[in-house]
């Protein structure tokens, strides 16, 4: 169910994207700088485009700049993770060692019960 809503969504926002698209068919200019700018520096680019191309370029854009910026805000949580994780592979391990140089005879129903480990 969720599957085919989701499916549905889908749809309805690449209708929506290509209304957009057909309703902003006029050709722009797009310039790299402002003609004042551009005249005193000696560089001028710009290229004739689609109106929808400039607007999803420009979602596009702004998505992958927060992406980046999102994905370089997290840096330090992800490597707290990874110490954390180094930390608990080798507590684990430690104990582990420890169990073993403590160990004792048991009796054997104990030592299967004991050695069960829990299902996840």
Not at 57 to 72: D, M, P, R, S
Request: aromatic content about 10%.
């Amino acid at each position: 169910m969720i599957r085919y809503l989701r499916y549905l969504l889908i749809v309805l926002l690449a209708i929506c994207l290509l209304v957009v698209a057909l309703a902003n068919r006029t050709m722009v200019t797009l310039h790299a700088m402002p003609d004042d700018l551009a005249a005193f520096a000696g560089f001028s680019w710009s290229q004739e485009l689609p109106l929808f191309l400039v607007i999803f370029g420009g979602i596009v854009i702004g998505l992958l700049i927060g992406f980046f910026w999102e994905w370089l805000r997290e840096h330090r949580h992800r490597s707290v993770a990874t110490a954390k994780s180094r930390e608990v592979t080798r507590l684990e391990r430690e104990l582990a060692g420890l169990r073993e140089a403590k160990a004792q005879p048991r009796d054997e129903v104990l030592a299967i019960l004991q050695d069960k480990k829990p299902a996840n």
